[in-house]
């Protein structure tokens, strides 16, 4: 299963537990040309590949705070990712990131928000949950929600697919003693999963365009993805439809 930070409550994003995930995304296919359109490539300053991310709006990406890097750049309306290897193809480049402080020991607070220098024209964006007080939980019981990322198709030494990689998953019952406090949740099953090929990627309940969770970093063990909820932007306690302008207070 999927390691994943809950995004819940509504612009409380996230801070979690320790929880690794792997390389890749295990029991996926090609996404269709329409799904999945909000996921962002995040790569370095030398076109590396770094991590997946979410578009919130036209300015901030929500992506994990291990995937931060020098010269952080991230590709937006990518489905194959060879394309920008074309001079055509031009990145936006990163303003300011904020994050509520991760610890790289412990893998809390795995979380992050990038702005971007200038505006996606036109994005495609993912919302995050629409109540503005009474926050839900927890992910939906029973619904599938899709993860996307270009993690590697199967084991470390399987080379990483250029087109976009989708699967559904749903939640799942977290094992006793694997580093899962109550604030964290599990999805996935052990033949449908991801990995750290797509940490910063988004689970996403698709009948809403509602993101839940971010695919986060922590140890390997059973194969499960966690998420995790806290209340780091519960300082700009706003509703959904407030989301860009809130956002923009931000340097």
Known sequence: MVRILLLLPLLGLAGSNPVEVNET???GRDCKPHEA????????????SVCGGSLLSSSWVLTAAHCDSPCLKVYVNIHDRDVIK??????????SKTDPGYNQKTKVNDIMLIKLKKKVPSPKIVKLPTECRNYPDKAPEGKDLLLSGWGRLQGENKAKPSKLQCVKIQKAKCPEGSFVTSDTFCAGTGNQKSSSGDSGGGLVLTEKNEVYGVVKAGWPSDGLDRLTRSSWLSSHDKCRSKWDTTLDKHP
Request: aromatic residues 16%; glycine residues 8%.
């Open 25 to 27: 995304i295990i029991g």
């Open 37 to 48: 359109q909000y996921q962002v490539y995040v790569t370095d300053g030398e076109d590396r």
């Open 86 to 95: 074309h001079k055509d193809v031009q990145p936006f480049y990163v303003k």
